[in-house]
């Protein structure tokens, strides 16, 4: 897809409600106060020597980059949001509130934006090295914890 496709997908994800209980459906996954889409995935990397896993981390960076400069033209810089202490707190027992939950198993850091009373994400997932690189997108109502 291309980044203007993406900020179509974003625009039609902020003008969504939230469902009363947490669902996945396809590339989407949603509960009270939140949704993520995948706007794309890289291969999977089950049999990969190495070579194939560098080349589609750069080509996800490339499409992270150009739509984080997309979002930020539109509603100016981000927050960036380190998600390992969050890791940490669940880790310890911590009850962590969706979809930052979610969202610290699978990166280390979001780009935020807030807009309209709502938080726009943007990152980069992975939730293995053998699993596909994945851009995410979210609107969520929950603050970060």
């Given at each position: ?26 590339d989407q996954s949603s509960g ?63 009850e962590i509130p969706e979809p ?46």
């Amino acid at each position: 897809m291309t980044t203007a496709e993406h900020l179509e997908t974003i625009d039609r994800l902020r003008a969504q409600g939230f469902p009363p209980e947490p669902a996945v459906s396809g590339d989407q996954s949603s509960g009270p106060g939140y949704r993520l889409v995948q706007l794309s995935r890289t291969r999977d990397f089950w049999d990969d020597d190495g070579s194939g896993r560098e080349e589609a981390a750069d080509q996800i960076s490339a499409e992270y980059g150009a739509l984080t400069q997309a979002l930020t033209d539109r509603w100016g810089p981000p927050q960036v949001f380190g998600l390992a202490s969050l890791l940490d707190r669940g880790l310890d027992g911590e009850e962590i509130p969706e979809p930052w939950n979610e969202l610290c198993n699978t990166t280390d850091h979001v780009h935020l934006w807030r807009v309209e009373g709502r938080w726009l994400l943007m990152c980069v997932a992975q939730w293995d090295k053998e699993f596909p690189f994945m851009l995410l997108a979210g609107v969520t109502v929950v603050d970060p914890p």
